[in-house]
């Protein structure tokens, strides 16, 4: 088993992700932490660890998760491979879960778990792991949670419905399917995750294995000015359509409201960032797949007066 992890400048995280791989069992191989040039004290904790944790550097700075990710699979030995991010963590039980049912039921080549929030205090503190999820996740139960489990294709292009810190995959899949998208700063590991779809049925257990840290200074809470997760699904509609390889398919209908949530939410957080003038095309594209949704009218209207200086008042957020 082999756990690759990708790092930037999580020096204050990295060492309980480290922790929690280390105290599973069965034990892995080796643990790739992947540096995509940190100034801070990353490496450092890193390499306190000593074996079987490994200190990979990429040249420069900023190459993405997928260009760390394609490094720690190149450099990767084990038979699986285990995905985390290094402010992430595994709770007791999560490997020796996944390799069970994937010994057990080899037709599934890729496994996944549940997985749980967590979101600091109002001190900026964090709740311990263990606090969180105290006794779920010693029972290493074989539970599949029957939604996100089987043939994916189809519920994939409707949701992120993998999450990348649960994700162990057998190293045959990776030869099938290669590398991750090097050209995608977000949204990378969905279109991974689309792309295995079309070779094997998925595993999602359903017990709770992994702790998703909410930071308000995380890439994906900063929203990139591209949409990547759009990307992602065009690349997949482009190669094999609607219909996914076991003959499940979502509906033109289905399709529509999928495009038009992608592009509302993503013009949502331009116009929110201060960007209304690249709120528009999304907008308009939102009002283009889904007509009636009146939200993306009233957004585009908003957008282009502000744009153009003939909005009244001030922008102000509403309260989530």
């Avoid at 779920?136 to 539970?143: I, K, M, N, R, Y």
Wanted: charged content about 20%; overall charge positive; aromatic content about 12%.
């Amino acid at each position: 088993m082999s756990v690759v992890i990708p790092a930037f400048n999580c020096a204050e995280y990295i060492a309980e992700a480290l922790e929690s791989v280390l105290q599973q069992r069965p034990r892995p191989l080796e643990v790739i932490v992947v540096d995509d040039g940190s100034t801070d004290d990353t490496a450092a904790v890193v390499h306190a660890f000593g074996q079987p944790v490994r200190y990979l550097r990429l040249p420069g700075s900023g190459n993405g998760a997928g260009a760390a990710r394609n490094a720690g699979l190149r450099a990767s030995r084990g038979e699986y491979i285990a995905f985390l991010d290094a402010d992430d963590v595994w709770l007791p039980g999560k490997l020796e879960a996944q390799l069970r049912l994937m010994a057990s039921r080899p037709q599934f080549r890729l496994c996944a778990t549940q997985f749980r929030l967590w979101r600091p205090y109002s001190d900026g503190t964090w709740p311990s792991a263990a606090a969180l999820v105290p006794d779920e996740a010693q029972a290493a139960g074989l539970g599949l949670d029957p939604e996100r489990s089987g043939w994916l294709y189809h519920k994939l292009l409707m949701d992120t419905v993998v999450w990348t810190s649960t994700v162990v995959l057998h190293r045959g899949l990776v030869e099938q399917v290669g590398g991750f998208r090097e050209d995608f700063k977000l949204g990378q590991d969905y279109d991974y995750w689309l792309r295995a779809s079309r070779y094997t049925p998925i595993a999602t257990l359903s017990t709770a294995y992994a702790l998703y840290r909410k930071r308000p200074d995380s890439a994906t809470a900063r929203w990139a000015p591209i949409n990547y997760e759009l990307r992602a699904l065009q690349s997949a509609l482009a190669r094999w359509g609607t219909t996914g390889p076991d003959g499940q398919r979502i509906s033109e209908q289905q399709l529509q409201r999928r495009l038009a949530s992608l592009h509302f939410r993503m013009g949502y957080n331009r116009f929110w960032a201060g960007a209304p003038a690249e709120a528009i095309a999304p907008f308009w594209h939102a009002s283009r797949h889904r007509p009636a949704f009146w939200r993306s009218w009233a957004y585009l209207a908003a957008a282009t007066a502000y744009s153009t200086g003939r909005a009244l008042g001030r922008l102000r957020r509403p309260s989530p």
